[in-house]
C-alpha cells in the first residue's frame, strides 16, 4: 500500500462518514498521524479536536452527568471542545486507553454520541502506536477491532521532505489526494452502486463461505471477517465506487476490514 493509497482511502471514509467505519491509524511516535488528521479537518472545513485516549476519562466524551432536579432526569454536561457541528475527533493513543474510556469510544463510533447529543455530522478518526512502542498499553478488544478500517501509518521521506520545505508558520500542508475525494458521495449514487457491492460480496461469499467469518481471532490480529465486517465492506464498496476511487485506495481499505489475506 502506498502513502497515496493510504491517504485517498483515508479521505473517503472519513468524508463519508457516518455511513462509512471510521479508520484507525497504527503508526510509529512522531510520524504524522495528527497532523495528518489535523490537515484533512482544514480541508474539509472541520473544526478538529484531539484527545488522548489514554490521559481521559469516559466524561470527557460522553459528558458529565448532572441531576435536573425538577425534570426528574440526568442530563449531560458537554466538554467545552464540542462547540460545532461539524467536528472533527481525532481519538489518539486508543490502544493505552481503559477498558471505560474504549466503551465510550465504541459509543461514539455506533451512535455518533457525543457529551450527551447526536451529531449526524460528526468525523472521527482514531490513532495507536504499535505494541512494541505502546508503554501500559492494551489489547484493543475485538468488538473495536471488528468496527473500525486499521491502516499502517508509514510517513515516507518523499511527503516528509515536501511538508517540512517552509517553517512551521509559513506551511500550507496540502493532501495528495484528488480534490473530488473531499466531497461525499451523493447518497443517491451510493444507493445504486450498492445493487453491484452487495452482489459482489454475496457472491464471494458464496463461492469461499469459509471467509464469511473467523473463529479464531488472534490478540494481534486486527482486520478479520465477520458479518458486521463484510457489511461494511457493501459500504465500503458502494462509496468507494461512487467517487471512483482508485483500484489501491479500495484495495487498503478492504484489508484494513476483513484483513490482507481475505482482500486479496
Known amino acids: 500500500m502506498s502513502f497515496s493509497d493510504l491517504t485517498e482511502a483515508v479521505t473517503i471514509l ?4 457516518p455511513l462509512t467505519p471510521p479508520p484507525l491509524l497504527w ?5 504524522g498521524k495528527s497532523s495528518f488528521a489535523e490537515t484533512l479537518a482544514k480541508a474539509i472545513d472541520y473544526n478538529f479536536y484531539q484527545l488522548c485516549a489514554s490521559h481521559i476519562d469516559p466524561s470527557m466524551i460522553l459528558g458529565i452527568p448532572v441531576p435536573d432536579l425538577s425534570a426528574l432526569l440526568t442530563k449531560f454536561l458537554p466538554p467545552e471542545f464540542i ?11 486508543v490502544n493505552t486507553a481503559p477498558e471505560s474510556v474504549v466503551a465510550a469510544v465504541m459509543e461514539v463510533i455506533r ?21 512494541e512502542e505502546a508503554a501500559g498499553g492494551f489489547t484493543l478488544p475485538k468488538p473495536l477491532r471488528n468496527r473500525v478500517v486499521h491502516f499502517t501509518f508509514d510517513f515516507p521521506f518523499s511527503e516528509f521532505a515536501k511538508i517540512t520545505t517552509l517553517p512551521p508558520h509559513l506551511r500550507d500542508v496540502r493532501l495528495s489526494v484528488n480534490e473530488k ?31 464469511y467469518k473467523k473463529e479464531k481471532i488472534k490478540e494481534d490480529e486486527m482486520a478479520f471477517p465477520t458479518p458486521r465486517a463484510w457489511d461494511n465492506v457493501k459500504i465500503i ?28
Open 14 to 17: 472519513v468524508v463519508n462518514q
Open 27 to 31: 503508526g510509529g511516535i512522531g510520524e
Open 83 to 93: 462547540g460545532s457541528e461539524r467536528l472533527l475527533l481525532f481519538l489518539d493513543e
Open 237 to 264: 464498496l458502494a462509496v468507494f465506487s461512487a467517487v471512483s476511487a482508485s483500484g489501491g485506495a479500495l484495495h487498503a481499505a478492504i484489508a484494513g476490514t476483513v484483513g490482507d489475506g481475505v482482500a486479496a
Open 181 to 211: 475525494y473531499l466531497r461525499p458521495a451523493p447518497l443517491d449514487e451510493i444507493t445504486s452502486r450498492w445493487v453491484y457491492a452487495s452482489a459482489a460480496v454475496d457472491g464471494f461469499l458464496s463461492k469461499f463461505p469459509q471467509h
Open 111 to 131: 451512535t455518533r454520541r457525543l457529551g450527551g447529543r447526536i451529531f449526524k455530522d460528526l468525523k472521527v478518526i482514531l490513532a495507536a502506536n504499535p505494541a
